[in-house]
């Protein structure tokens, strides 16, 4: 069983910054991929970023490239999402997820990720 808590979320203007921190617990931490997902208001939940198990592999989503940089820390068992250049159409429910194989194909897709946090509310206003 894995624990995942998301931390980090709140209410920014348009151009500044957040960072998310996921906690991991439970598990062998280094020895999963990491997500971060998204799902704003009557949308389906999207891709965000993921990263490899020891961090030298990185996929982001096309609208947050070149803003958005995930991160993680095996040692504290945490990954992170720092924000930039936010947008009002980064407003949503930031979900932390973690994979359990260690591969690192395909993780811009939900069903590879075993476990979910509860999700940190990021609002980016106008």
């Known amino acids: 069983q894995v624990q995942l808590v998301e931390s980090g979320g709140g209410l920014v203007q348009a151009g500044g910054s957040l960072r998310l921190s996921c906690v991991a617990s439970?598990?062998?931490?280094?020895?999963?991929?990491m997500g971060w997902f998204r799902q704003a208001p009557v949308k389906e939940r999207e891709f965000v970023a993921a990263?490899?198990?020891?961090?030298?592999?990185?996929e982001y989503a096309d609208s947050v490239k070149g803003r958005f940089t995930i991160s993680r820390d095996n040692a504290k068992n945490t990954v992170y999402l720092q924000m930039d250049s936010l947008k009002p159409e980064d407003t949503a429910s930031y979900y932390c997820?973690?994979?359990?194989?260690?591969?690192?194909?395909?993780?811009?897709?939900?069903?590879?990720?075993?476990?979910w946090g509860q999700g940190t509310q990021v609002t980016v206003s106008s």
């Open positions: 997820a973690a994979e359990t194989s260690g591969s690192p194909y395909n993780v811009k897709y939900e069903y590879r990720y075993d476990y």
């Open positions: 990263i490899s198990t020891n961090g030298r592999g990185t």
């Open positions: 439970g598990r062998t931490f280094s020895n999963s991929a």
